[in-house]
């Protein structure tokens, strides 16, 4: 067996073979299943996105038009499920109470079956479609609301913002929301990814993968980071407050949120397809001057950082796009998930069809050989 270094953060350390998908870093250029990014946004939706991360093919009509249905069926959770989140602090974050339903789900469909593909359709079928309801709920509820009941008539985007608002939403923002689950789909082993990858390799249940990623996802250098944009934008406050801002943030090492990334070393494409939706967003409902912060930001940062190939990830526009959508900051993170959960998904199957559990090694670097001190001598 070839033994590696450490590599801290396991840097280019192949951690699985997989067919899902593709990032070029150098070029910008992001596939799911070997189709470009660029061509799903503009002709795809969430749903066949996620089938075809998830079955690897794009599905026929018939298959396209079962799989909506079915996960249209699921989109209700048990009042139990509803009752446990309704005792959820209302401060808590919506990220925490995300991973501990989606982790209680476990509960009620117990029953495992990792080898049969019935059941890995009906879990992925019930995740996709539960975990939108969730989140809607738990918005609704810790602001003493009742939870808004799935409507059947609406599509998967639709009737995610119709959940949150109780109003049915404008069709152009219900389309860009669902070019954005489209995008945060999937983007091959990150942490979360990865998490879901060492929860599965464990063969446990499906939920249990899920919350496990949710956790991961929850973080600042992570998904968090959609977050910790807006409350950035939002320090700076105008656009002759970014120069000073950035010269600050270097000198001081602190890192700017929603630029840099592990694998792009150029502007994330993500990056582009959303900078281009939010421009549409605003061409229609009037211009955010945190867009014009934004712009802002990114000139300065090409200027002071493109050097060391840091550039706008996907987390810097989605915010922006989010919040233009009324959704309130704190929901960008779950809403991220909403659509990683295709990828997940996609990884549990794939990591189900050649199973072994993860055992990495380590380099110990802690002593040897001493002895106990009894609590007296201490
Ligand atoms: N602002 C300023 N400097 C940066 C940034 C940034 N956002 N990102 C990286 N750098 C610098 C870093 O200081 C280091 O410089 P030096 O070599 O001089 O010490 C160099 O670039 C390499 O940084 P790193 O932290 O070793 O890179 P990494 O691959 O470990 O981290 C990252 C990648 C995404 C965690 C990091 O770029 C970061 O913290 N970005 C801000 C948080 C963020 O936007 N996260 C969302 C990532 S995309 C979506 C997702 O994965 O969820």
Not at 156 to 168: D, G, Q, S, V
Not at 267 to 276: G, H, T
Not at 286 to 310: N, P, S, T
């Amino acid at each position: 067996m070839k033994v590696c270094e450490y590599q801290p953060g396991l840097e280019g350390i192949p951690a699985a073979r997989s067919a899902i998908s593709y990032v070029n870093g150098a070029e910008g250029i992001l596939e799911y299943r070997g189709i470009r990014i660029e061509e799903l946004a503009t002709h795809s939706n969430f749903l066949e996105t996620a089938y075809l991360l998830i079955w690897g093919q794009l599905p026929s009509p018939a298959e396209l038009e079962s799989f909506q249905q079915e996960v249209r069926y699921h989109r209700r959770i048990k009042y139990r499920i509803r009752d446990m989140m309704k005792c959820f602090p209302e401060s808590g974050h919506p990220m925490d109470a995300l991973q501990a339903s989606a982790a209680a789900l476990g509960l009620f469909y117990s029953r495992r079956a990792l080898d049969n593909p019935e059941y890995i359709r009906e879990a992925v079928v019930r995740l996709l479609a539960k975990i939108p309801t969730m989140v809607a709920a738990f918005q609704l509820m810790r602001k003493g609301n009742d939870p808004v009941q799935p409507r059947d008539d609406l599509d998967y985007a639709n009737n995610f913002l119709y959940m949150l608002t109780e109003r049915e939403p404008d069709p152009f923002a219900a389309r860009v929301f669902d070019v954005c689950l489209t995008l945060h789909a999937e983007h091959t082993i990150n942490a979360s990814t990865f998490s879901a990858m060492v929860t599965a390799s464990t063969l446990t249940d499906p939920y249990a993968v899920m919350a496990s990623a949710v956790g991961t996802l929850a973080g600042p250098l992570h998904g968090g980071a959609n977050e910790e944009v807006i409350a950035m934008l939002e320090e700076i406050g105008s656009v002759e407050n970014v120069r000073p801002y950035v010269e600050s943030a270097i000198e001081n090492k602190q890192k700017i949120m929603g630029f840099g990334h592990r694998v792009y070393k150029v502007k994330d494409p993500r990056a582009v397809i959303l900078q281009e939706l939010a421009e549409k967003l605003f061409e229609n409902v009037g211009y955010d001057q945190y867009y014009f912060i934004a712009l802002e930001l990114e000139r300065v940062i090409e200027e002071k950082l493109g050097h060391k190939g840091i550039y706008a990830n996907v987390d810097f526009y989605s915010g922006l796009v989010y919040r233009h959508l009324g959704i309130p900051t704190d929901l960008f993170t779950p809403i991220f998930a909403i659509a990683r959960v295709a990828g997940w998904l996609a990884h549990w199957k794939e990591q189900l069809a050649v199973n072994r559990i993860f055992r990495p090694t380590q380099d110990y670097v802690g002593e040897h050989n001493r002895s106990y001190v009894p609590i007296e001598k201490r």
